[in-house]
């Protein structure tokens, strides 16, 4: 399985600032994804970043809050815009590919918004 | 709306017993199902895969399918005191996405 890095591990941030989180992967993956788990609920995706083109976002998620970047097949970065207390969950960078392979997890990155 | 239903628990075990773990998904065309284990603060492990009707055993665990009924199950036997956790049920109904169910908390009763 993939050997996926993620960081920062938590940050603490002001309201109205921004955060960006990194997503490194020790091989050449398809898929990359990016979720959201807000306390005591399930995972939510965000978006499906895309290489070489921009990511792919579900319903309820926009760019201008959630720019993604993937510059190559290896690495991502979500960053979190304009934070507000809302936005205080686990987001977790995922790797996987069509069919039926398995997805793998970062460590995650708890964001408290203060 | 494609989803995956979990009781959310918690389901209380004592230690040696089998706890069983229950998904139904409502995508018919699903074709892979997942088990992931998550302790609190953690991110989510891959336990278990299934792609084909009937059980599938590793270890102490064994994951059932049953595509007619739209049922995925894990079963975790002579269960321990470390196997309490948050278990998620994943589908992945043939496109690219994963789709998880809310999660199931397991307490094992030392």
């Known amino acids: 399985s993939a050997v996926i890095s993620q960081k920062p591990s938590r940050d603490i941030c002001q309201r109205g600032t921004s955060l960006t989180i990194q997503c490194q992967v020790d091989?050449?993956?398809?898929?990359m994804f990016w979720y959201r788990q807000q306390p005591g609920q399930s995972l939510t995706l965000i978006a499906t970043?895309?290489?070489?083109?921009?990511?792919?976002?579900e319903s309820g998620f926009v760019i201008d809050k959630f720019p993604i970047s993937r510059p190559n097949l290896t690495f991502s970065t979500l960053t979190v815009s304009n934070l507000s207390p809302e936005d205080s969950s686990i987001y977790l960078c995922?790797?996987?590919?069509?069919?039926?392979?398995?997805?793998?997890f970062g460590q995650g990155t708890r964001l408290t918004v203060v | 709306q494609k989803e995956v239903e979990q009781n959310s628990g918690p389901l209380s075990v004592p230690e040696g017993a089998i706890a069983s773990l229950n998904c139904t998904y409502s995508d018919r065309g699903s074709q892979s199902f997942f088990w992931y284990r998550q302790y609190s603060g953690k991110s989510p492990e891959l336990i278990m895969s299934i792609y084909s009707n009937g059980d599938k055993e590793d270890g102490r665990f064994t994951a059932q399918l049953n595509k007619a009924s739209q049922y995925v199950s894990l079963l975790i036997r002579d269960s321990q005191p470390s196997d309490s956790a948050t278990y998620l049920c994943a589908v992945n109904p043939g496109t690219y996405k994963y789709i998880f169910g809310t999660g199931t908390r397991l307490k094992v009763l030392a």
């Open positions: 970043a895309n290489q070489g083109s921009e990511a792919t976002y």
């Open positions: 995922s790797v996987g590919d069509r069919g039926n392979t398995e997805a793998f």
């Open positions: 091989s050449q993956v398809t898929m």
